[in-house]
């Protein structure tokens, strides 16, 4: 049970650092074959595209997602290693970082849309 609960926590982390990665990547506009729904379009929908609009967007959500995953690995570690903590705190790494991931997600795709 112990390996199980490390590795789980480890597989957070190595998500959390993937995200970062693909946040850095798409902030210097590459890697736009896996930003979702763009590698679909043809090469004219793809020129009237403002591609770099897209990329700083993408790269914003994935570093949100990146801290909100470190998060969550903290929260996991607290709770799967058994350390003495209150509960409150731990109720507060979950909720708050959740409700803030899900409104930053939000005001970036009305953004977005906004712009296109």
């Avoid at 590459?30 to 793809?46: F, P």
Wanted: charged share 15%.
């Amino acid at each position: 049970m112990k390996c199980f609960i490390s590795f789980s926590t480890f597989l957070f982390f190595c998500f959390s650092i993937l995200c970062f990665v693909c946040g850095f990547q798409f902030s210097r506009q590459k890697w736009e074959k896996i930003i979702a729904g763009y590698n679909d379009l043809s090469e004219k929908q793809k020129g009237l595209i403002d591609f770099n609009l897209i990329s700083k967007s993408a790269s914003k959500c994935a570093f949100a997602d990146g801290f909100y995953l470190l998060f969550m690995v903290l929260f996991l570690y607290l709770i799967l290693e058994n350390i003495r903590t209150s509960s409150v705190f731990l109720l507060v790494l979950l909720v708050i970082p959740s409700i803030l991931f899900l409104l930053f997600i939000l005001k970036e795709v009305r953004k977005t849309n906004k712009n296109n």
